[in-house]
């Protein structure tokens, strides 16, 4: 991979792209936009529930045998296989453009995913199975990373905090849908088959929106940042001509809210540790805490719930999904409801406010759970209080890290970030596995509460100190384009590593 971001020779080009995009009213355009790209979430969480529900299934001898270790790590490798696709399609997506990449990635899930339907049982089979959900994985770790630029870059600057809170929100639909699939398909149906069905639901729903993806233009912004103004301008104009459909006719743009840029040709990961680093040292200690908080907290949490139903509560295995159902529900609630409130009450009040708002009353929980106040209902009850808030924080983690840098390493920032704290999930789930143990000390994983919890808050505090205005501002306001040679903007935080309006925009190698 190249390490040096060079600017391309050549004149100044002046466009008023974004101007023309953030003037647009929600159309139906936009909501066949949100569908289309949106349902990235719907299948991760559809993905990651269907593999937990049906971990124990895979242990029985008329599926395919595997020992309870061999079981528990199908989502481990998922996980693997989202964050190097992340890192692998993120950076091709800042290359080749958000809808090469957002066809070809929701390919690559559609193909491992229906793979893993096709194993068989025996031991030879289970580094198929593994390989399969790794390509699975890397196809919806593309999806994240492709998926949060192109939405950003084309929902106007008023609807894009709700918009991208409520789309990262959906995996809990997701979640829901596979919690129901898996109930229904092995209760109806012989085990062997039913897992199978399960597995298949993902690709089917694929195949339908990757035909929607289809008639989608590329990012106008993106195709202008990389000099390529006659396509942009046709892409900028096909997505008025849909709203001009719907709308009527759209007011004309100042021109002087156009921008000037000498487009950059290519940046490379020596240039982006330079750009997140040296440039934005706020910005990115700001989205590395959101993005390691949330992901620390959900994976413990998330991933070992059924176990402190078990042997905490004593739910059979088998009943551990009706469970679910609430607290799936108030992960989901929260973004719908509260989401809209990130672009009125602001991003710094209500990211520190839910992270705030969500760890302290965890700690409650914890001091009710080791007090033996609480039973399964009452648990699961009080989990979905406290994820209510931390789902709309969890969000707004993923909306923070898709605008406040630059468009030309946009992507390539989402992959880093959700690696990292990918990687801190991980530690979560192992951490709290051996807290829960077998049930027998309610103390060690009442800690473990309260480092989950302690966790949110700080994340809260730093959103509180750190965090970006940027609601309701363009993206080129947010983060002056690299490429950007000249626009006059106010800038929104005092962080003396920003670069100045006005200020030449390519890196220097």
Same mark, same amino acid.
């Given at each position: 991979?190249?390490s ?11 466009s008023?792209?974004?101007?023309r995009i953030?003037?647009l009213?929600?159309?139906r355009f ?5 569908i289309?790209?949106?349902v990235?979430?719907i299948?991760?969480g ?11 299934a895979?242990?029985d ?7 309870a ?13 989202q ?6 399609f ?5 290359k ?6 957002f066809?070809f990635?929701l390919?690559?899930?559609? =193909? +491992?995913?229906?793979?893993? *339907?096709?194993t068989? %049982? ?7 199975? $593994?390989?399969? #959900? /790794?390509l699975?994985?890397?196809? =919806? +770790?593309?999806?994240?990373? *492709?998926?949060?630029? %192109? ?5 106007p600057?008023? $609807?894009r905090? #709700? /918009?991208?809170?409520a789309?990262?929100?959906?995996y809990?639909?997701? *979640? ?9 398909f ?10 199978r069905l399960?597995f298949?639901?993902?690709p089917?729903?694929g ?18 940042m ?16 849909h ?6 006719e ?7 809210q156009?921008?000037e ?5 290519r ?7 330079r750009?997140?680093?040296?440039r ?13 908080t949330?992901?620390f ?6 991933f ?8 905490f ?28 409130l ?9 990211i ?12 409650t929980?914890?001091i009710?759970?080791?007090?033996g106040?609480?039973?399964?209902a009452?648990?699961t009850?009080?989990?979905s ?12 983690g ?7 840098f630059?468009l ?16 801190f999930?991980?530690l979560?789930?192992h951490?709290?596995g ?20 302690g966790?949110?808050?700080?994340g ?8 970006v205005?940027?609601e ?5 306001e947010?983060a002056?384009?690299?490429?950007m040679v ?13 670069p ?10």
């Amino acid at each position: 991979m190249a390490s040096t971001s060079e600017a391309a020779e050549g004149p100044a080009i002046r466009s008023s792209i974004p101007a023309r995009i953030d003037r647009l009213p929600w159309s139906r355009f936009h909501t066949r936009m949100v569908i289309a790209l949106g349902v990235a979430w719907i299948l991760d969480g559809l993905e990651i529930t269907i593999a937990a529900n049906l971990s124990a299934a895979f242990t029985d001898k008329n599926t395919l045998s595997l020992t309870a270790s061999q079981s528990a790590d199908i989502a481990t490798w998922y996980l693997v296989g989202q964050v190097i696709g992340a890192l692998v399609f993120g950076r091709l997506s800042d290359k080749l453009g958000r809808k090469n990449l957002f066809m070809f990635t929701l390919g690559v899930y559609l =193909i +491992g995913s229906g793979l893993t *339907a096709l194993t068989m %049982a025996g031991s030879g089979w289970v580094v198929y199975l $593994y390989a399969t #959900r /790794i390509l699975a994985g890397s196809g =919806i +770790g593309g999806e994240y990373a *492709a998926i949060n630029s %192109a939405i950003d870059e084309m929902i106007p600057a008023r $609807y894009r905090g #709700r /918009i991208d809170i409520a789309v990262n929100g959906t995996y809990w639909g997701g *979640a829901l849908i596979g919690t129901v699939a898996t109930l229904y398909f092995l209760n109806k149906l012989s085990a062997n088959l039913g897992w199978r069905l399960s597995f298949l639901i993902g690709p089917v729903l694929g195949l339908v929106i990757i035909y929607v993806r289809r008639s989608l233009p590329e990012s106008p912004r993106w195709l202008i940042m990389h000099g390529r103004e006659r396509e942009a301008e046709a892409s900028i104009a096909e997505i008025e001509h849909h709203v001009e459909a719907t709308k009527g006719e759209l007011p004309p743009v100042d021109e002087d809210q156009a921008i000037e840029i000498r487009p950059t040709e290519r940046i490379g990961y020596l240039a982006l540790v330079r750009v997140l680093f040296s440039r934005y040292p706020g910005r990115s200690t700001l989205v590395a805490v959101l993005m390691i908080t949330q992901s620390f907290l959900y994976n413990a949490i998330f991933f070992t719930y059924g176990l402190v139903l078990k042997f905490f509560f004593h739910v059979p295995s088998n009943h551990a999904p009706y469970y679910f159902f609430a607290f799936a529900a108030g992960n989901l609630l929260g973004p719908l409801t509260i989401g809209r409130l990130f672009d009125t009450l602001g991003r710094k009040k209500m990211i520190a406010g839910t992270y705030i708002v969500s760890g302290s009353l965890l700690v409650t929980t914890a001091i009710l759970f080791k007090q033996g106040s609480l039973d399964a209902a009452t648990q699961t009850i009080a989990w979905s209080v406290v994820f209510f808030f931390a789902s709309a924080g969890a969000s707004a983690g993923y909306l923070t890290a898709s605008e406040v840098f630059p468009l030309e390493v946009r992507a390539q920032a989402i992959a880093v970030f959700f690696a990292i704290a990918q990687c801190f999930g991980f530690l979560g789930t192992h951490l709290y596995g051996h807290l829960i143990g077998t049930g027998n000390d309610p103390n060690k994983l009442f800690v473990g509460y309260l480092l989950g919890a302690g966790a949110m808050i700080l994340g809260g505090l730093v959103a509180a100190v750190l965090g970006v205005s940027a609601e309701g501002k363009p993206l080129e306001e947010v983060a002056a384009p690299l490429s950007m040679v000249r626009k006059a903007v106010k800038q929104l935080t005092p962080d003396s590593s920003l670069p100045l309006a006005g200020e030449p925009g390519p890196l220097s190698p």
